[in-house]
């Protein structure tokens, strides 16, 4: 099945700072979404990105489909930035639908 | 965007009974909702495939007997954990697709988090 790899595992960084984000996919590409979960637990949708480049105010994010990769980019990085970023793919044997979640990168922005 | 709404966020209950979790979409339909279970400090993996009308069809593991899906109408899902014992302590999402179940964006609820004593 499809495997979905993020990377860096956890990355601190000092605010103000910009980074990059990783996820690497193992399957053809239909639906990919990138997700914060914030400290209460909810995904809040950043971006819904199967191929090309989105940007939304301090992030953005690109999608290289037939390299199967995506970036998630955090400029000027704020404390609120801090939880954990999600990278999802869609799983497709017919009309599923739903997504595959990679482990996730830990993000910790220090003031 | 979407909304998909969970309740409750939280329960805690005693080991034994059982629990159940809603999960609707707030502004769209929804013939196909998706639950997800999160243990601490880990990703988010696939439960069940809700389906409006007809059965809900789980992943490899996961007992059927033991959650319990209903998708009565197309704007509700429930989640019913049955028997509830400490190893189900866990934090329970719910997701739907907005637009395509194919190719649209899924929004997710704002999770349950179960506490099973």
């Known amino acids: 099945g499809i495997q979905v790899e993020q990377s860096p595992p956890d990355l601190i960084l000092q605010e103000g700072a910009n980074s990059t984000l990783r996820c690497n996919f193992s399957d053809s590409v239909n639906n990919l979404q990138w997700f914060h979960q914030n400290p209460w637990g909810q995904l809040i949708n950043l971006f819904y990105i199967p191929s090309g480049t989105k940007q939304n105010g301090r992030l953005s994010a690109t999608t290289v489909a037939t390299e199967r990769y995506s970036l998630l980019y955090i400029s000027s990085s704020q404390t609120t930035d801090s939880g954990v970023y999600f990278c999802a793919q869609s799983n497709y044997g017919g009309s599923q639908g739903n997504l595959i979640f990679g482990k996730g990168t830990k993000l910790s922005v220090k003031p | 965007g979407a909304v998909v709404s969970q309740h409750p966020s939280r329960v805690i209950c005693k080991s034994g009974t059982s629990v159940k979790i809603e999960c609707r979409s707030l502004?769209?339909?929804?013939?196909?909702m998706f639950w997800y279970r999160q243990f601490p400090k880990q990703s988010l993996m696939l439960m069940a495939t809700?389906?409006?009308?007809?059965?809900?069809?789980?992943e490899q593991g996961v007992e059927k007997d033991k959650f319990l899906i209903n998708h009565a109408s197309l704007t509700l899902s429930t989640l019913t954990v049955t028997s509830a014992h400490p190893e189900d302590s866990s934090f329970y999402i719910c997701?739907?697709?907005?637009?395509?179940?194919?190719?649209?964006?899924?929004?997710f609820g704002e999770g349950s988090r179960l506490t099973v004593l």
């Open positions: 502004d769209f339909q929804a013939t196909t």
């Open positions: 809700s389906n409006e009308g007809s059965k809900a069809t789980y």
């Open positions: 997701s739907a697709p907005q637009g395509s179940l194919n190719t649209g964006e899924l929004f």
